[in-house]
């Protein structure tokens, strides 16, 4: 018998806990397992609920990249754990590094399976400093993307919007954005290289999308121990606007402003605090130093 935790985020996009529930408890019947059901009541709940995972466990992430986000930032990614997704949220971007069905009846049915399929995945991982806490870094992890300067002034922008959902959700944030965005003045120093000057954003993507659909690091796979990196140059609004379209189309490459490469770590230096996001979820719009790593292949994540 397995200890299965089902962690239901009631405000993911498309979460109706008043079916999801009784389908889990429903299917749940047909086998011998431990099941327990967790419905988040606040920002950050699932942190705490999955600080209480113990080994040995599986924990089901009900929501999107957000939920997924705090779950895995509850876990304790020393002990034997091993995560599932059934995606229901916003955006979404994770699910298109891994392979489940777009069915939940048929994701819940798999993972109660005692054969279901595991793959060692990536998880990324940064440090980052306050404005006016010279002396203090806070540490979190990321399992899709994290994003400074234009698509975290997006993200938050999205955070606060709930008028559409998924891409067209993001691509009315990106509107929204342009009215009034900024450069951001980096210093990105890493694997002995050393990138300075005005940028529009740092995209660092442990999976290929970011926004529900907008292929900035379209290179990436969760089990090479290496994060992607897309640095774009700042443009104008016109540029902007007349190139943001190959992001969705998956030709971002073929932008001049755009540099991509791959790191296993680097340090990022913001001249003036700006936003930084991850997974989708605004960190802070005071940030003026990361520090980036990937842990290579540190979680049991189920795929088909």
């Known amino acids: 018998m397995k200890k299965y935790t089902f962690i239901i985020n009631p405000t993911a996009g498309n979460i109706d806990p008043i079916t999801l529930i009784p389908l889990i408890e429903e299917i749940a019947a047909n086998y011998k397992h431990d099941v327990r059901i967790e419905l988040t009541q606040y920002h950050r709940h699932a942190i705490e609920i999955a ?3 113990k080994n040995d466990e599986i924990v089901i992430s009900c929501g999107g990249d957000g939920t997924l986000n705090e779950v895995v930032n509850g876990l304790d990614l020393d002990k034997n754990i091993t995560i599932g997704l059934l995606p229901s949220g916003s955006g979404n971007d994770f699910k298109n590094n891994i392979i489940v069905s ?10 109660f399976n005692e054969n279901f399929r595991t793959q060692k995945i990536d998880v990324g991982t940064f440090s980052y400093r306050i404005e006016g806490d010279l002396n203090r870094y806070n540490s979190l992890k990321f399992m899709n993307s994290l994003g400074i300067g234009f698509d975290a002034y997006v993200a938050h922008l999205h955070q606060n919007s709930r008028i559409f959902t998924g891409l067209i959700s993001y ?12 450069s ?16 529009l954003l740092i995209a660092i993507g442990n999976g290929k999308t970011t926004g529900g659909g907008f292929h900035l690091t379209k290179n990436a796979l969760v089990d090479d121990g290496l994060l992607d990196v897309c640095i774009i140059d ?13 992001a969705v189309k998956n030709r971002i490459d073929e932008v001049p402003e755009v540099l991509t490469t791959r790191i296993k770590s680097g340090k990022l230096s913001l001249m003036q605090p700006y936003f930084v996001h991850a997974d989708g979820e605004l960190v802070s719009e005071k940030i003026t130093d990361l520090e980036i790593s990937v842990l290579k292949n540190k979680l049991n994540f189920i795929t088909f």
């Open 102 to 111: 777009q069915s939940a009846e048929e994701n819940i049915n798999y993972y």
């Open 171 to 182: 691509i009315f944030s990106v509107l929204r954005a342009l009215v009034k965005y900024e």
């Open 51 to 53: 600080n209480r995972i």
């Open 234 to 246: 700042f443009v104008s609004r016109r540029r902007l606007l007349t190139k943001l379209p190959l």
């Open 184 to 199: 951001i003045n980096i210093n990105f120093r890493f694997e002995e290289q050393s990138i300075s000057g005005n940028k």
